[in-house]
Each structure stands twice: as C-alpha cells, then as structure tokens.
C-alpha cells in the first residue's frame, strides 16, 4: 500500500544554485568558479582516460599558434610564474584551431611531466591560456582558483567576480584554525593592456569600501548584521576593477577605522597577526588586515587602506611594507565610510614600489602624474621633523637612510622643527597663535565627530528594528565619539585649514616644473621597531589623541605622506626567548599633489639598493614565520 501520493503534494519549487566547488589536485585545494568562460569542441573520445571528479577534468590552454616543440617550454614557464598551474593541468592539453572538420588528438611529452594528450578544439569566443577545469558534460571551461589559508587572520570574506558588476561569496574552504580560504585565479588568464594596466593583479580591500553584492561590515558586527549588501562599488575599486584588478576579498580594521590596540581593544573582531618578529606584535590600526596580508601572503600582490591618522602607515611600518598616504582629495571617497571626511584619504600597502605607481595612476586618474617613465629632477633640500639620532639602531638606520638619501639626490638634510617655524615665520598670519594648544585637539575632534551623521543613522536603524536598543560599538570609538561631543567642528576645521594654508605655502610648496613637482622632501620617523606585543594586560583605557607629531603635518596639511620600509632591528623577545627581528620605517613627505614623485623615488631608491623590496615572511628578508 501507498503511504502517500505524490499527485496531493503542492509542488515543492527548489531554488539550487552552484556556487562552485573545491578540488584537490595533487594535494593541492583548488576552488572550481561556478561561472565558466568558454564552451569547447573536442574530438569524442579526447577525453578517454582524463582523470575527473564530479565530472570536472583538470585541463590547460595553450597559448594560440603553440607549436608541439613548444610544449615543454611553455609549461615550464607556466609553472615558474603562476601559482595556480601545475603539472596536474597538463594530463589534457587544449590547442584552439579554426577547422571544424579538422579536430585531432594525440600524444606528446611534456619535459619532467611524462606524456600527455593534445587535442585541438574549437570555439566560438576565444578562450584565455591557462590551467581550467573543463566539464565533461557540457564541454564548458571553468577557471581554476588556488585556494589559500588567511593563516594571518586578515580577511573578513573572500570574494568571487561575477563579472557583471557584482561579486559573491568565493565558498571554500582549506583546512585552518578559524581562519578564511581565499581563492585566487591563475595569472595566466591576464595580459596587461594599455586599457588594463593591472590585468589579474590580486588586490583586496578594507571592509569600509562597498562592492556590489556584498555586506561591509566596518569592524562592527551589528553593522554587518543590520544592513543588506551593498549594491554599488566605490568608485575608488571599480577604477581598479576596470583596470583588470582582481579582488579578492574585504579585509579587517579595527572598529569603524578608529584606532585599537590588539588585542584588547578588538572586541567584535579578532586582530589580525603580524608576521614579523615573534609574530605577537600588534599589527596596528585602522587598515590591519592590509598591512598584516601584504607582509604575509606572496599570493597577494596589494592592499586598499585608507589612512586618515596614520591608518595605512602604521600598518605599513609595522608589517614591513610600503604604504602611502595620498595627497588628500585624489578619489571620491563616495561609498566609503568615512571617518573625517576632510582627513581620510584612501591609498594601498604594497612590496613593490612599481606596481605602486601603477595602482595610484589607476586609482588617482588624472590627479596623480606618474613618473615611472620620465626623468625627475628630485628636489636636494631635506628636512628632518623629530628625527632621531643615531644611538639607537633604528635611529642609526633612519639617519642612514637620510645620508643615502641625500647622498643619491645631491642634497642636504637640515632639521624643521615644526612649532618654532610657525612661531618664526614672518609670513605666517596666525604666528601669534599658541602653536601646541591650536593644534592639540584639532585632530580628535575631526576625527571624534567626524562619525556623527554615520552613527545617528546607524543607532536610528538599529533601534527601529531591536525595540529601541543600542548595537554594541567597541570601547575605542565609543570613547572617542563621546569626548569630541562637546566641542566645535568648525573651529577644529579652522584650524586645520590654518594649518594646511601655512604648510602648504610656507614649508612645503610645490614647485612649476611637474618633474620636480616638491620644493624639498621632509623625513620622519615612521616606525622605530618599538615592541608592541598584543599580550598585554597594562594598556590605559582609550583616550582622545590630542598633541601634535610629526605624522599630523600630512593630515593637516592634504600633502602626501609615504611609508617606506628601511631596514629591521633585532629584539630580545621574552616571548619566544630569542632575538626576533622588527621592521623600522621612514616616513617621506612632499608637496600636496607630488604623489608621484614619491612612488618613483621609491623606485629608484629599490634600483640603487638603498631600499629593499620587502619579502613576506617572519622578517623582511623572508625568514620563516613563527606559529
Ligand atoms: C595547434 O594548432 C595549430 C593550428 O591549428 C597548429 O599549427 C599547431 O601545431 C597546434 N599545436 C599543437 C601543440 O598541436
Ligand atoms: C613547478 O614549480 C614548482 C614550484 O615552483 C617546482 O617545485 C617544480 O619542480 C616545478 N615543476 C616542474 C615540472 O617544472
Ligand atoms: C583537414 O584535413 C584534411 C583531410 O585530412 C586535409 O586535407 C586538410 O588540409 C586539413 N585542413 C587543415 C586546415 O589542416
Ligand atoms: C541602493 O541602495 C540604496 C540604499 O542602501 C537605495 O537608496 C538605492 O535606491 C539603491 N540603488 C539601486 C540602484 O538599487
Ligand atoms: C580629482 O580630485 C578632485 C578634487 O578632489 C575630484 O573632485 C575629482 O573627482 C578627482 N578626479 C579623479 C579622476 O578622481
Ligand atoms: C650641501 O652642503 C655642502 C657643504 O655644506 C655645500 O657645498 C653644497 O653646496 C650643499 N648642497 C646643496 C644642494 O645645497
Ligand atoms: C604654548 O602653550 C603651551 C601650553 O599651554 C605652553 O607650554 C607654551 O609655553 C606656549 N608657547 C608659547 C610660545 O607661548
Ligand atoms: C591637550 O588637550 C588635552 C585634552 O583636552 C589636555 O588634557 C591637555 O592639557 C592639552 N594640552 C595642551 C598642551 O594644551
Ligand atoms: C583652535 O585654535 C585655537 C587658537 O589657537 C585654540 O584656542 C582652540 O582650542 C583650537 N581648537 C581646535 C578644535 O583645534
Ligand atoms: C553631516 O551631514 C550634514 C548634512 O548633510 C552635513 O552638512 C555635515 O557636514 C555632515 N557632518 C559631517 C561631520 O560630515
Ligand atoms: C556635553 O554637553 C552636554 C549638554 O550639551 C552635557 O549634558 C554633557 O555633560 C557634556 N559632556 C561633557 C563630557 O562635558
Ligand atoms: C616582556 O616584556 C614586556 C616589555 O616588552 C614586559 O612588559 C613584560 O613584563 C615582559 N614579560 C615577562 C614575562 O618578562
């Protein structure tokens, strides 16, 4: 007897979406796109003795006109330059013909990897050379991602393009500790272009810019519960997008880009992992997840941040990398959210200074001049803002850098000190005015208020939809909204303004000729190698930054405000009972607008040996990295 009948049961609809699927190839994880980005035409039986799984076979792509001869060193260098391929994608090899009755398949060997079969196909839309998964049921061409542990703990999701404007979830997974799997495609697929200067580098993004069809969390998780994905990309990422950037996922910050000590202050998110030195020093705020990724993953080429106190260069001198403040006002910060709107700045953290300018040029339009391939003429006077001397080793290393410095432009280094100048300046309108007390609060309260229309909406919508509740915020930017509350925006933006009128025109002007671009270049100490480790309990509660420092002249003033790593100075850690090795930092500044100037002297500085490219890794030289 029938216990049911299926004639009385409504129909049941069920939606059922691939969203790809992981592999391992030679013990290697790999994520199968959901997409696919061509159909084939193969010989029948070409596909005889492939190995597959659910129906997928590990295929690659020749590059069109590859003669047999050529195989062997064709795979060779796939192998050497992307880290997707492997010989696992040779078992089947795709060589694109124009003759339909003409589709043949046969044996070669392929040098170190045994024999293999070539078979030609055809289809209609050309298909990019490279590693792919082909589905054996319908012909169709899948790409091929590696899938990597965020063993640093930096990413918040890891993404996959649609390519049609939207991005979803990248779902896989590689065994980890509470860590994410980020997929990255192979880099065979892209050839830079003159219209996509950045064809298939791999970028990921802090999680305050929006991408279309994903949820932004701004480091606060009733945030990322409360509101629906975005359905727009900022214009600062699409630009990249467009450039041929491949994102491939958000990034931690500490909570709303407010800066937090790890671990204490990073209560709704964990901090992500330095990975120099002993690994337990606190990777810095707001863009941690950047300056800590960049350091740790050769997969992954850079980091958008924004910086708006220091929240790309200290990270990037933390984490050993380079950094950069732009200038102020170079890109919409539209879908951004912002911390103080006449602050923030948006700009990347990177290992290599050429791929900078590319990234800026792409990012900044027609408000960043590169000089990557023109002659600069570099300003020759130097100045120093509380530079240290060189008793200690990362003073010895910065004045060292300073002497090379000068000694590769033919310049001078001379000392500013920043107050008696204002004070000193006979042009200077407001030199009457107390330098230290115009200038103490300016910055907690552009900051402190700065979130203002940001969080009424947030705690407004928050509260129509939990019965008048509060969402938590962390106690780092609590504490900082809360002490800026009684004070004037408008006389803080005042003074920045006479800040930045006074610097700009008094100090640091910037000079006709574009291929000088600066008057001088000031010099900072950007990071010192100060022992920060994240396993501390003697951390005062969060308080306002008042005073002023060296790194404010760029915030005040818009000008841009480079990190570039120069060296490491050795450290007993008493964590790990060993010397451990800590990156040192100098901050570089020129006239509003040289951006470009300072990415090429980065440049130039690596070509001369003064700068190093910095390594991923426990050390910059790329040592292993302490677990
Ligand atoms: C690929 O096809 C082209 C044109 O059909 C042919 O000239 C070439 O020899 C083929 N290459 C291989 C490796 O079979
Ligand atoms: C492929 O590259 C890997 C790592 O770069 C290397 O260990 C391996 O020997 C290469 N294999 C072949 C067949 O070239
Ligand atoms: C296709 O095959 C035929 C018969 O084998 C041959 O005559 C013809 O030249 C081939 N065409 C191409 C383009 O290789
Ligand atoms: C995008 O979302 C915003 C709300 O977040 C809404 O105001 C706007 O109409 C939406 N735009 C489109 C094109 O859907
Ligand atoms: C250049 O900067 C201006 C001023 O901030 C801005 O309005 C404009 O959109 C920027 N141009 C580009 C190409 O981003
Ligand atoms: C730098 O100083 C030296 C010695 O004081 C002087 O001879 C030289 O002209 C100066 N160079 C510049 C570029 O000012
Ligand atoms: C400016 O104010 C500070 C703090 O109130 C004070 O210590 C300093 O002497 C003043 N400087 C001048 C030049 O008056
Ligand atoms: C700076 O502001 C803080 C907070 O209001 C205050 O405690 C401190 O005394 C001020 N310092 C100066 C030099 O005015
Ligand atoms: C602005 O400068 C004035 C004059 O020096 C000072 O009294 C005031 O405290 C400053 N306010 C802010 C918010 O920076
Ligand atoms: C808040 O929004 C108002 C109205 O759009 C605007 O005038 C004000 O500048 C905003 N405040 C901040 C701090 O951005
Ligand atoms: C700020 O002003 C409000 C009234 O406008 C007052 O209730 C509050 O106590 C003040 N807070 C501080 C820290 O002075
Ligand atoms: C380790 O060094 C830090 C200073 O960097 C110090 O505060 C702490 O007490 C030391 N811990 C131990 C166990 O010695």
Redo the contacts with the bound molecule.
Sequence with gaps: MRLFSLVFLPVCAASITSTGSTILLNNVPYYISPHFVGNIALEAHALDNIDSVSGFAPVSVLPLGTQPDDISGVFTSCNATDDVFQPGFSQLILNETQSLSNLTTQKVEVAGQGTSTVASYTTKSRVPEGPYLLDKTTSNLHQAYRLYDDFAGTFTEALLDNNDGTFQVLSAKVASSATLSIGVPSRLYYKPSKERPLAGVRIAVKDIFSLAGVKRSNGNRAWYHLYPPSNVTAVAISRLIEAGAVIVGTQKLSQFATSEVATVDWVDYHSPFNPRGDGYQDPSSSSSGAGASVASYDWLDAAVGTDTGGSIRSPAGVNGVFGNRASHGLVSLDNVMPLSEPLDTAGFLVRDPALWDKLQTVMYGSNYTSLASLQPKYPVNIMTVSYPDSSTKAGRLLNDFATALAKFLGGNVSTLDVASAW?RSETNLHANL?F??SFNITYPVLTGKGQDNLTNQFFADYASLHDGRRPFVNPSPLARWAWAANYSWDEALQNKTMFANWFNGQILPSVNDPLQCSSSLILYAGKTGTQAPRNRYDIAPPSPFTGFSAARMSVFSGCPDFIYPVGEVSKFSNLTNHDEKLPVAVGILAAKGCDGLLARLAMDLVGEGILKIPQVGGSMSGEPILF
């Design positions: 004070t107390n230290t007390e």
